[in-house]
């Protein structure tokens, strides 16, 4: 069963989420948006992982706005406080799972991916986390600073997410990781953009996100 639903930040406040539940005992898994807005792809992923056996909450971080060009979501993104995200809704959608679920973990795509990484770095009660493709400033998120089991997915043509970029990530980890690379472009995960989408590259790095989750949340 598929909702939209309000969970509390730690500072008082509410969020809404997309909810996607796979019914009671299922491990957590908090799912972060691309800078498009909690859009109808990033419900769909959702229902794909509740599907696999993960309950998961997808927040609304641009509170009802999706954008619907390049320039709006760039102009959105900007807009986003990374802070606040990571340590509110990040850390309340945590606290929300943890209510229901012994384990959870946290993955997202594009900006998702960067907090994905902020949130692996700032928030310790997640267990496991996957990016897709998403890097945050490390003056925000120092990557040496993660504890838990991670996963990376990235793209080797991807010019905001850039290989130098994955080397330096994967240089400044200080844990066991798996870090994967495609011969795909920036966002090939996402089938609902024909001009980056890459079915075998997507297909891949779904089955290796599902079973890092399985291992490491149950």
């Given at each position: 069963m598929s909702q939209m639903i309000e969970f509390q930040r730690p500072d008082g406040?509410?969020?809404?989420?997309?909810?996607?539940?796979?019914?009671?005992?299922?491990?957590?898994?908090?799912?972060?948006?691309?800078?498009?807005?909690?859009?109808?792809?990033?419900c769909e992923v959702?229902?794909?992982?509740?599907?696999?056996?993960f309950s998961t909450l997808a927040p609304d971080l641009y509170r009802g706005r999706v954008a619907s060009s390049a320039d709006e979501a760039n102009h959105l993104m900007t807009g986003l406080d990374f802070g606040d995200a990571t340590h509110q809704d990040l850390a309340g959608a945590l606290?929300?799972?943890q209510a229901r679920a012994t384990k959870v973990g946290v993955t997202g795509f594009c900006m998702g991916g960067a907090l994905?990484?902020?949130?692996?770095?700032?928030?310790?009660?997640?267990?496991?986390?996957?990016?897709?493709?998403?890097i945050p400033p490390a003056?925000?998120?120092?990557?040496?600073k993660i504890a838990m089991p991670f996963q990376g997915h990235f793209a080797d043509r991807d010019d905001w997410c850039t290989p130098a970029a994955?080397?330096?990530?994967?240089?400044?980890?200080?844990?066991?990781?798996?870090?994967?690379?495609?011969?795909?472009?920036?966002?090939?995960f996402n089938d609902k953009r024909p001009e980056v989408y890459d079915a075998a590259c997507a297909k891949l790095a779904w089955e290796r996100t599902l079973a890092f989750f399985h291992k490491h949340l149950g």
């Amino acid at each position: 069963m598929s909702q939209m639903i309000e969970f509390q930040r730690p500072d008082g406040g509410s969020s809404r989420a997309y909810l996607a539940d796979a019914g009671p005992g299922t491990p957590g898994l908090v799912l972060i948006q691309e800078w498009w807005g909690l859009n109808p792809h990033i419900c769909e992923v959702a229902d794909r992982f509740a599907a696999a056996g993960f309950s998961t909450l997808a927040p609304d971080l641009y509170r009802g706005r999706v954008a619907s060009s390049a320039d709006e979501a760039n102009h959105l993104m900007t807009g986003l406080d990374f802070g606040d995200a990571t340590h509110q809704d990040l850390a309340g959608a945590l606290a929300w799972l943890q209510a229901r679920a012994t384990k959870v973990g946290v993955t997202g795509f594009c900006m998702g991916g960067a907090l994905t990484v902020a949130a692996a770095v700032h928030l310790p009660g997640y267990a496991a986390a996957s990016c897709f493709y998403g890097i945050p400033p490390a003056a925000f998120a120092d990557p040496a600073k993660i504890a838990m089991p991670f996963q990376g997915h990235f793209a080797d043509r991807d010019d905001w997410c850039t290989p130098a970029a994955v080397d330096a990530l994967q240089a400044a980890l200080t844990v066991p990781a798996e870090l994967y690379r495609y011969p795909a472009d920036h966002a090939f995960f996402n089938d609902k953009r024909p001009e980056v989408y890459d079915a075998a590259c997507a297909k891949l790095a779904w089955e290796r996100t599902l079973a890092f989750f399985h291992k490491h949340l149950g």
